[in-house]
């Protein structure tokens, strides 16, 4: 037994042979690239643990990066659960996920072009055509119009697990409104506020130029005419949870952070109300939904969107990031096509693993489904944050009947994947005051503009803080550690 | 700038200015009333109406205070649109709506002060916190407008935020010095004889930290007329009427690159009352000072409805 599992830190520490840990190896020997860390937290008293992570927790609420509780009497603000112990990739391994997520994002933008214009894919039998006209997220408006850069997807998060077999597998594309980023970058801050000796011992890429990258983007596809764009981010509001992060990110950009209202429409050029009277905007980053963005064209009872925005974009006055429609193309449908698509428009094999999908709307799957429901995960194919997945093997004999009973009412609505076994990390929890394995996920963030794109040099490392648990969204309770990247 | 935007900042400016206005004016009372001079200012009930009187909820005459009451509204009630946390809860919602636009250091600051604010235990607070609490939020307040004018670019943000700021401490300070005024005419009716009311001038000059100054200024005791020479017109008090108004008519300009304003602009406005303080003399205003506060806070409200109008009102 190595040193580090006689600290008491590390004293319940267990090891599960079917998953990956990626701290450890499955003797329990540390991982080369661990090693300094260790020894640096080796030399730290469980009482210096306590105090360091409510010192990391202070800098979240000082930084103000908390969500609203509504309680019986009061809002309560609380903060995304937060750990100390960075996740770190080293650069050969991180040089995969990047080649790898930048060859999804650009084969999905060439298959947005392609179903909103000629359909080669879908002529040629590569995709069904039932898979694009039957999403709910497939905008008809959007045929034939070619947005600005012809870039669908500026912004893409991509979800990746290590399996057990030590590989990468992606589990989802994000190209609606990809949330996180600011995540990424402010567990950075706490991390460096808190365990600032830390960072002298290891070479980590920075991911503080997200912003800046990200407007560059965005000026790249500028309306027709327009030499120097005013680019916004659109918000919901203030009570939106991802508020932090449209903040954040119309601050790092310098740009303005507007909602709705603060928008008009006027001879299809879109204005957004100053001190000074109105003033032209040309390219918006929203994080509106495709619902919510035009009354007039979409959901009419939304009062976050801008009426006529939709026909000015469609008139070529502004640009919108994402896309309008991109919808289509992260269904999880989509997603079990996307060894094909990436190899019908790269000529390429995928970087990244896809994990193997069945549909419930082919009979064949269908069945194998019905039958092995315990051995798999069902997820609805147009749900996002954990809603809706049931994991078979945590489901009572009743709990399957009813998953069943559900999917055979719509068929279409659902995919199974195998249960994937979500490698480990270790992880500080508060209640036990140690360190213990959680399951992690990884989420990337890629831009794509004119000729130019961009990966974040680290990720959203997601945590299912539950012993156990394998979802490891937000929403589903899960937290976030910082994930370092290691320079050459 | 965005108008709402726009609105969000001047508020939040006003209402840094409230809470730390508040703050000062609980404590100076509390303590300075421990050991004063004449029953009158000594007596809690006295010095409880004064705080409610300041702070815009006069109690009804005969009415009983309860000291534990009256400091819970005015420092931790939330429902109490006047309290310090309900203040600082409103600045600091103000400016999370801006946040794009100020800078971390200003709103870490703003931040850490509400979680000063809404953790602080009631019981506490009243039992033996009032100092503590209130020299805190003063000391929080002087940060923030530290950040305010060392971390932001001089812009129309800045101008915004200390248009706010500006009008505020002038209504404030109207504001106590109404109060104060309020309670010196109640110990003279209570008692025809000659009480030395000098004291409540003091703590008048205490609740705009302006004592010490005025001590080197004047070298002699405030009384009603000196007293209100330095808070309402000496230029060289940093808290005094006619210095936040001046610091107004240079914050309006940056708004507008108009250089002959109409006569119907917030500019024209904010000029045009400050130059009628610029020329007054305290002998004008001793005549009938109750018409005079009524008047001044009159036009403080006309200028933050014309700015409204004119620039958040999109």
């Known amino acids: ?488 | 700038m965005l108008a709402r935007v726009a609105n969000n900042l001047f508020w939040m400016g006003r209402y840094i200015e409230r809470s730390e206005h508040i703050a000062r004016y609980l404590c100076v009372n509390y303590f300075s009333s421990l050991d004063a001079p004449n029953i009158h200012s000594q007596s809690r009930q006295f010095v409880l109406e004064s705080m409610m009187y300041m702070v815009g909820e006069p109690s009804a005459k005969g009415e009983k205070l309860k000291e534990s009451d009256v400091l819970l509204n005015i420092g931790l009630n939330l429902d109490k649109s006047y309290s310090i946390i309900n203040c600082v809860k409103l600045a600091r919602e103000n400016a999370n709506s801006a946040r794009d636009l100020i800078s971390t250091e200003l709103y870490e600051a703003i931040n850490k002060f509400y979680h000063f604010v809404l953790n602080y235990s009631v019981e506490d607070f009243l039992k033996k916190g009032l100092y503590d609490f209130t020299t805190n939020v003063m000391e929080y307040t002087a940060i923030l407008k530290a950040k305010i004018r060392t971390t932001l670019l001089y812009d129309e943000v800045f101008s915004i935020i200390k248009l706010g700021v500006n009008l505020d401490r002038a209504t404030q300070t109207i504001r106590i010095i109404n109060t104060k005024y309020n309670d010196i005419r109640m110990i003279s009716e209570q008692d025809n004889s000659t009480i030395d009311v000098s004291l409540e001038w003091s703590t008048l000059l205490k609740c705009v930290e302006s004592y010490d100054m005025m001590n080197r200024f004047q070298k002699s005791a405030p009384s009603t007329k000196n007293t209100l020479d330095f808070l309402i017109l000496n230029n060289k008090c940093p808290r005094s009427v006619i210095n936040s108004l001046e610091e107004m008519t240079n914050y309006v300009q940056v708004l507008s690159s108009e250089k002959n304003p109409p006569k119907d602009s917030a500019i024209f406005l904010v000029n045009k009352i400050y130059a009628e303080y610029k020329y007054k003399y305290i002998e004008e205003i001793e005549i009938d000072f109750q018409s005079f506060i009524e008047n001044i806070l009159d036009n403080l409200v006309k200028i933050s409805t014309k700015l409204e109008d004119e620039y958040f009102n999109y």
């Open chain 1, 1 to 488: 037994m190595s040193s580090h599992k006689r600290h008491p830190i590390f004293s319940s520490y267990t090891f599960e042979s079917n998953f990956l840990d990626e701290v450890f190896g499955g003797n329990g020997a540390i991982k080369p690239v661990y090693k300094t860390l260790l020894n640096i937290y080796g030399s730290y008293s469980i009482d210096d643990f306590t105090k360091l992570n409510e010192k990391a927790k202070a800098s979240f609420f000082n930084q103000g990066i908390t969500f609203q509780v509504y309680g019986n009497n009061q809002t309560k603000e609380k903060i995304f659960p937060y750990d100390l112990f960075p996740r770190i990739i080293d650069s050969k391994e991180w040089e995969h996920i990047e080649k790898g997520v930048l060859q999804r994002s650009k084969a999905l933008n060439l298959f947005l072009w392609d179903i909103y214009h000629d359909q080669k894919i879908i002529k040629q039998g590569i995709v069904p055509k039932d898979l694009i006209y039957s999403s709910v997220n497939y905008l008809k408006q959007m045929i034939g119009y070619n947005p600005p850069g012809k870039i669908y997807n500026h912004i893409s998060g991509t979800d990746l697990i290590k399996h057990s077999d030590g590989k990468y597998y992606v589990l989802e594309d994000n190209i609606r409104c990809p949330s996180g980023v600011s995540y990424v970058i402010c567990n950075r801050t706490a991390l460096k506020r808190a365990l600032f000796g830390v960072f002298n011992q290891y070479k980590i890429q920075s991911v503080t130029e997200y912003s800046k990258n990200l407007l560059d983007i965005l000026e790249t596809v500028k309306p027709k005419g327009v030499d120097t764009p005013t680019t916004v981010v659109l918000t919901p509001g203030v009570f939106n949870s991802a508020y932090y992060e449209h903040s954040y990110l119309a601050k790092g950009m310098g740009v303005e952070l507007v909602e709705g209202r603060d928008l008009f429409v006027k001879q299809g050029f879109v204005y957004m109300k100053t001190i000074n009277g109105p003033k032209r905007v040309d390219v918006i980053y929203r994080r509106i939904d495709d619902a919510f963005i035009d009354p007039k064209v979409f959901n009419k009872d939304s009062l976050l969107g801008v009426p006529g925005l939709f026909k000015a974009y469609l008139r070529g006055n502004v640009c919108l990031a994402n896309a309008p429609g991109t919808g289509v193309a992260d269904d999880k449908a989509v997603y079990t096509y996307m060894p094909e698509i990436i190899k019908y428009y790269l000529d390429e094999d995928p970087i990244l693993n896809n994990v193997h999908t069945y549909h419930c709307s082919r009979p064949d799957d269908l069945k194998f489904v019905m039958e092995n429901i315990h051995n798999l995960v069902v997820k609805p194919v147009d749900e996002a944050g954990g809603y809706g997945v049931s994991i078979g093997n945590k489901l009572t004999i009743e709990e399957i009947e009813k998953v069943k009973a559900v999917i055979k009412e719509n068929p279409r609505k659902y995919i199974a994947q195998p249960i994937m076994s979500l490698s480990t990390h270790s992880t500080y929890i508060e209640s036990e005051k140690s360190f213990e394995p959680r399951h992690v996920d990884l989420r990337t963030y890629t831009l794509l503009g004119s000729n130019k794109d961009f990966v974040l040099k680290g990720g959203l490392t997601r945590v299912a803080l539950q012993k156990g648990n394998l979802i490891v969204n937000s929403s589903q309770g899960g937290g976030s550690k910082d994930t370092w990247v290691l320079k050459n």
